[in-house]
């Protein structure tokens, strides 16, 4: 009686597990990117943290830098998908927009080591990928913009520079990730909505406005 030949992983499964393996080697550089600095951290200390070999890093990242440019993008691009789902909807602005900014606090809050070295350390980014997260950060700022001009337009938000608001509520939220505390007195979902009701605040929100 023969042996059968021993089947092959299905893709999907080998597709998981490197990606498991690549998320694991993302994870760490950030920790040490935050607590060392991206100058301070070598492939080498990566690879001993991980109990791996510098090969080992190097199969799924051709170096350091890359590394640091996919943190980059993974974050512009989520938080970039917070204000295209607001832009998009279909609710006031004000409740839209109010959304938005519990979504923004939350990723700040659940992603606080990433925030960290996605503000640390933008200038060790190649100059090409310097110019790709600008342009995120461009469509990001116009978008919010945007929200903000159509609710002046219909009258729910009185502010004289709808741009200028963005960058405000933008810098406010991003800066989260620097005094936020799970020890502090308020939980996530708390801050996040009175983080959001100061953002209504800013743009000259109330509630009576168009029978909200």
């Known amino acids: 009686m023969t042996s059968k030949p021993p089947r092959k992983a299905r893709p999907s499964v080998l597709q998981e597990v490197q990606e498991y393996k690549r998320s694991r080697i993302i994870e760490e550089a950030l920790r040490l990117f935050y607590e060392r600095g991206y100058d301070g951290t070598s492939v080498d200390a990566l690879a001993s943290e991980i109990g791996v070999t510098k090969p080992f890093i190097y199969s799924y990242f051709t170096n350091k830098r890359a590394i640091l440019e996919t943190v980059h993008e993974q974050s512009a691009r989520r938080v970039h998908g917070y204000i295209a789902e607001a832009a998009s909807g279909t609710a006031p602005p004000p409740a839209r927009l109010a959304k938005f900014v519990r979504d923004f606090t939350i990723e700040n809050i659940k992603h606080q080591i990433a925030s960290g070295v996605y503000l640390q350390e933008e200038k060790n980014l190649?100059?090409?990928?310097?110019?790709?997260?600008?342009?995120?950060?461009?469509?990001?700022?116009?978008?919010?913009?945007?929200?903000?001009?159509?609710?002046?337009?219909?009258?729910?938000?009185?502010?004289?520079?709808?741009?200028?608001?963005?960058?405000?509520?933008?810098?406010?939220?991003?800066?989260?990730?620097?005094?936020?505390?799970?020890?502090?007195?308020?939980?996530?979902?708390?801050?996040?909505?009175?983080?959001?009701?100061?953002?209504?605040?800013?743009?000259?929100?109330?509630?009576?406005?168009?029978?909200?």
């Open 126 to 212: 190649s100059e090409d990928a310097q110019a790709r997260i600008r342009e995120i950060e461009r469509s990001f700022n116009d978008l919010l913009a945007g929200l903000i001009q159509q609710g002046c337009d219909e009258g729910y938000f009185r502010v004289s520079h709808p741009k200028l608001a963005a960058l405000s509520i933008a810098g406010m939220v991003r800066w989260v990730h620097r005094w936020y505390s799970p020890e502090g007195s308020m939980q996530p979902e708390a801050l996040a909505d009175a983080i959001a009701a100061l953002s209504l605040n800013l743009v000259g929100y109330r509630e009576t406005q168009q029978g909200e």
